[in-house]
């Protein structure tokens, strides 16, 4: 059974084979009364809850008046945002919609470089939809993005390398104790030679 995240945006599958009319029924319960079809790979709405093999559905449009249905687990997969989006250089005010479509509402406006947010470039109607940077989800004129081809990499996990603690003592080695027996040591040096060439001289 599949194990979808509380609020996550979910996808129909691409493969709809054995399904009536290439389409994934949509039910007012689990084992219910068909209610609908979705088309398969469409963003259907967020994930509600799992009871055995269905899965609950907030529907993106609702469907026969039911603003929820329930779908086979199966026929899911959730929604995954790979890739960055920007806007395109020298675009200012780019609507950022809470649907595909130009009389929807706009939620904000972007302007030419910045990130737009992440997707895996689902369209409807000539709108990417996005994950948006900064938190939420909408749509974006497909004109006006440019996709980026470098995917977010994952997150290791490991040892941290953590920078020196200054404020730690250290220990100093105090070489000091080694400096008489040096000077001893020296001085004994020295003395012998003296003597020796002192025994030589008198030769």
Same mark, same amino acid.
């Given at each position: ?18 399904t ?29 809850? /799992?009871? +055995? ?11 026969? !008046?039911?603003? =929820? %249905? #329930? @779908? ?42 910045m990130?737009?947010?992440? /997707?895996? +470039? ?5 709108f ?5 940077? !900064?938190?939420? =989800? %909408? #749509? @974006? ?46 001085s ?16």
């Open positions: 059974m599949a194990a979808f995240i509380g609020g996550a945006i979910l996808k129909t599958k691409a493969d709809s084979t054995n009536p009319n290439g389409a994934f029924k949509v039910f007012a319960s689990a084992n219910g009364k068909a209610i609908g079809t979705l088309k398969p790979s469409s963003y259907v709405g967020s994930f509600v809850q /799992s009871v +055995g093999e269905w899965t609950q559905i907030r529907l993106r449009n609702p469907i026969s !008046g039911n603003q =929820y %249905g #329930w @779908i086979l687990s199966d026929k899911l997969v959730q929604w995954q945002a790979p890739y960055n989006y920007y806007i395109q250089n020298g675009r200012t005010g780019v609507n950022v919609r809470n649907a595909p479509s130009l009389t929807s509402g706009v939620l904000k406006k972007l302007n030419g470089g990130l737009a947010g992440k /997707s895996d +470039g689902y369209n409807e109607n000539g990417v939809f996005l994950a948006l940077n !900064g938190g939420g =989800y %909408g #749509w @974006i004129s497909a004109d006006y993005i440019t996709r980026s081809n470098v995917t977010a990499q994952p997150t290791t996990t490991g040892t941290e390398t953590r920078p020196p603690d200054l404020s730690a003592p250290t220990e100093t080695k105090d070489y000091r104790q080694f400096l008489l027996p040096g000077i001893i040591f020296l004994c040096i020295t003395l012998l030679m003296l003597v020796r060439y002192a025994i030589k001289f008198q030769e």
